[in-house]
């Protein structure tokens, strides 16, 4: 009723204000607008909470603004799906003053969890305003170290491709593949901004085979997070050819409800390298109704794509974006160009809205497979020129256009015919980034002959060991035929 009473006035008022504001001429009109925009504000109670989560044992810091200032108004801690009664709370607080406040209300040793503050008017149990925040252990994470063995500078500031402004946290948490969730080997890892609760954009980070341990790619989970998203590492086991998508789905549905005060579904990002760079294809397009406000797909080195159609076009919702990286296939033979541009060939997405990126590197930034792993040296996380213009700098730009409608984003990390990198991504100090939507067509991207590949690792179906790409058609050129001629099916 209360604000039903306020909503009333604030219409009664605009509509003795803007009648004779109608006929006012253009100064007028101006000069009203703060007036019109003081009625129009909203006078609700506001309730916020000042960390995404909070350790078991700690404090909660409530932010409390329109307070009305009546003696017996209160601020209780609950968990989620817990009733509005006193022997629910976990801890409470009285707002006795009027307007904004901040209130630390002390926790216990709490579950991990969900929770909320509600905050109650006049002694009450009906909830006027309230939000949630999360319960859980976690454990700041170093910055990385750039450090540059041919001396190259780093990327700074607003540059992009330079670390983020924010710190970074890290949760650490059994995996909800019930398989998984005994094998500590296998938790699901969760990076995020410290600073001010909020959902956030996320990107899902899917591991390569076998790489169970987000310190892998710690350096570039921590950029990730320190521009501001949410980044869920997801190891994985049971996959290669005997892939089963439920594992994988259950994982990334249960960590999203689990972590949903800072996990923003409907902003989403799918990251990954090699197996885990293949299986981010699949999971875009299970779960076509998560990034409905923003989403993209950032695949470096991928193998397979398992659960894909076995010809033709991929189908992924609208306005999904796409960047391919791949290294020297000199140095990385294991991964197959031609499986990379199949990926990124057949499928919906527009040209102008996807880019295959090749790092040649050079004699001191060598581009082989595992260009996105971190290296440990004297005690820290480092990495160097090639991770922050080849992954950093075009994963950022991505980011920043798919999340924002950052245009500047755009035409660095998805360049169009007439913009400044379309074909060379980026230039200087010996480093280069190429960048192409017609990798057949550019003969600057290698496609080596087969017997310079691993044969375990092939596009096309010639396993030794009984695997093989169940895409295999679609690899091109095939076998011996020239890159050159117009694209054909396989047989």
């Given at each position: 009723m209360?604000k039903?009473?306020?909503g ?7 509509f ?7 006929a ?14 003081l009625?129009l ?13 909070v ?8 932010r409390?603004t ?16 817990a ?8 801890g409470?607080?009285?707002v006795?003053?009027?307007?904004a406040?901040?209130?630390t209300?002390?926790?216990?040793n ?8 509600r ?34 500078p ?36 969760i990076?995020?901004?410290a ?11 899917i ?5 169970y341990?987000?310190e ?12 501001g ?7 994985h086991?049971?996959?290669?050819p005997?892939f ?6 259950t994982?990334?549905?249960?960590i ?21 760079g293949?299986l981010?294809f699949?999971l ?10 923003g989403?993209?797909?950032?695949s470096?080195?991928a ?5 894909l ?10 306005k ?19 499986q ?10 527009p040209?102008a ?12 930034h060598?581009?082989d ?12 996380y ?10 950093y700098?075009p ?6 256009y ?21 074909d ?5 100090n ?12 550019n ?10 590949l ?10 030794p060991n009984g ?6 058609r ?10 050159d001629?117009?694209?054909q099916q396989?047989?």
């Amino acid at each position: 009723m209360r604000k039903i009473w306020h909503g009333g006035i604030f219409l009664l008022l605009l509509f003795f204000v803007w009648t004779p504001l109608s006929a006012c001429a253009a100064e007028d009109q101006k000069q009203l607008q703060p007036i019109l925009q003081l009625l129009l504000a909203d006078r609700s109670p506001h309730v916020s909470v000042l960390e995404s989560i909070v350790p078991p044992g700690g404090e909660v810091h409530v932010r409390l603004t329109n307070m009305p200032g009546n003696p017996e108004d209160w601020v209780g801690i609950y968990p989620v799906d817990a009733p509005n009664d006193w022997n629910s709370q976990v801890g409470w607080a009285w707002v006795t003053q009027k307007g904004a406040q901040i209130l630390t209300i002390a926790i216990g040793n709490l579950q991990p969890g969900i929770y909320e503050a509600r905050f109650f008017l006049n002694n009450s149990f009906e909830v006027e305003e309230k939000c949630r925040f999360l319960v859980y252990e976690s454990n700041a994470v170093p910055r990385p170290v750039y450090v540059d063995d041919a001396g190259l500078p780093e990327l700074t500031g607003s540059e992009y491709g330079a670390m983020g402004e924010h710190e970074v946290r890290r949760v650490s948490v059994a995996s909800p593949w019930p398989g998984y969730a005994d094998d500590p080997n296998v938790n699901v890892d969760i990076y995020y901004p410290a600073g001010p609760t909020a959902s956030h954009p996320t990107v899902f980070f899917i591991a390569g085979y076998g790489m169970y341990h987000s310190e892998t790619y710690r350096s570039l989970l921590y950029f990730i997070a320190s521009q501001g998203y949410v980044c869920v590492f997801v190891p994985h086991k049971n996959t290669g050819p005997d892939f089963h998508p439920e594992i994988l789905l259950t994982i990334l549905d249960g960590i999203a409800t689990r972590f949903s005060p800072i996990i923003d579904t409907s902003q989403v990002g799918y990251a990954g390298h090699s197996e885990g760079g293949g299986l981010i294809f699949y999971l875009a397009r299970a779960r076509a109704n998560w990034g409905s406000r923003g989403r993209f797909l950032f695949s470096m080195a991928a193998w397979w794509g398992f659960n894909l159609p076995e010809t033709g076009i991929v189908d992924y919702p609208d306005k999904t974006n796409l960047i391919i990286q791949m290294g020297d296939p000199a140095y990385d033979r294991g991964t197959d160009p031609r499986q990379n541009i199949d990926l990124l060939l057949h499928n919906n997405i527009p040209a102008a809205r996807k880019t295959y990126l090749y790092l040649p590197g050079d004699a001191r930034h060598i581009a082989d497979h595992g260009i996105s792993y971190s290296t440990l040296q004297n005690g820290s996380y480092i990495y160097d020129a090639l991770e922050q213009v080849g992954l950093y700098r075009p994963l950022e730009s991505l980011m920043r256009y798919s999340f924002a409608g950052d245009m500047r984003g755009k035409k660095i990390g998805l360049p169009e015919p007439g913009d400044a990198g379309y074909d060379v991504l980026y230039e200087q100090n010996g480093i280069t980034v190429l960048s192409t939507d017609d990798p057949l067509g550019n003969h600057a991207v290698p496609i080596p002959p087969e017997d310079q590949l691993d044969p375990s690792y092939l596009c096309r179906q010639n396993d030794p060991n009984g695997y093989y790409n169940p895409r295999w058609r679609m690899c091109m050129p095939c076998q011996d035929t020239s890159r050159d001629i117009p694209w054909q099916q396989c047989q």
